[in-house]
Each structure stands twice: as structure tokens, then as C-alpha cells.
């Protein structure tokens, strides 16, 4: 006859149990401007944009991706796809617009003349982004015969 074990630790009658705060779990999908296809990930809806951004960018560098991006969260902007045209804050909480299709983009460099010589400076200016360059590669000239 095979004898059961049971834990030998007492539990008190006093004790309160330990309640876990449940976190929403969803799949999101970012499109990266310049690569081949989104990357798809599991977030929790509390996690701010900057740890989205930071989960994304070692995904597409795991994956071997192309064009090859810094690591630098700092550098990107991330835009829901269907809400507005500004960029997220890095610390708004990424389940606070109630979207899952996001566009990774980078922060474009303009050259910035000062005292004669020329430094590159990111532009901070949110609405500049994945809109403007799409506006941008679809205006086409159709030359006349």
C-alpha cells in the first residue's frame, strides 16, 4: 500500500490569501517602415510604449531583419495605425487606446546649420512621421505623351 505525502507547512487560520492583480494579455502586430513584413508579439496591457518599442527592436534584430535598426528605444516613434496621427508617448500604457496594429518608425535626422557648421539633429516632432513619408512616396508625376 503506497502512502500519500503531504506538505508539512501549517497554514494559519489568520492568514489573508495573496490575490494576483490579472493583467490582460493580447497579441499586437508592429509594421516596421522599410521591412518585409510585422513583427507579432504577446504584451500585457499595462506596458508602456517604451518597453513595446524595446520588445519590437530586439525581436527584428533576433529575426536578422533588414534594413538594420539601432537599439536605441529613444530613436523610434510608434504610431497606432488606426488612431491619430501623432506618436505615442513612451510612457503611455499600450492597452490605453484599445488598438493592436502599431507602425514602428524611425526618427528622421535633419541636418541643422549652426555657427557654420552642420549637425544632425533627430526631430522630436511626432507628427512628422509614417504619414508624411507615405504622403511623400505616393505623390507621382504622371508626365503627358
Known amino acids: 500500500m503506497m502512502m500519500k505525502s503531504y506538505n508539512s507547512e501549517k497554514i494559519s487560520i489568520f492568514q489573508t490569501p495573496i ?17 518585409a513584413g510585422p513583427l507579432r508579439f504577446v504584451v500585457d496591457e499595462n506596458d508602456k510604449v517604451a518597453k513595446v518599442v524595446d520588445t519590437a527592436l530586439k525581436q527584428y534584430a533576433r529575426e536578422g531583419r533588414l534594413p538594420i535598426l539601432s537599439s536605441d528605444v529613444n530613436d523610434f516613434f510608434l504610431y497606432s495605425a488606426s488612431a491619430g496621427i501623432d506618436a505615442l508617448e513612451a510612457s503611455d500604457s499600450i492597452g490605453s487606446l484599445g488598438v493592436r496594429n502599431f507602425i514602428l518608425c524611425k526618427k528622421q535626422k535633419q541636418q541643422v546649420m549652426t555657427e557654420g557648421r552642420g549637425h544632425d539633429q533627430i526631430a522630436q516632432n511626432g507628427k512628422r512621421g509614417w504619414k508624411a513619408w507615405l504622403t511623400k512616396s505616393f505623390n507621382f508625376k504622371v508626365h503627358s505623351h
Do not use: D, Q
Not at 19 to 35: A, E, M, P
Open 19 to 35: 490575490r494576483k492583480v490579472k493583467c490582460t494579455r493580447f497579441l499586437i502586430t508592429v509594421n516596421v517602415l522599410g521591412s
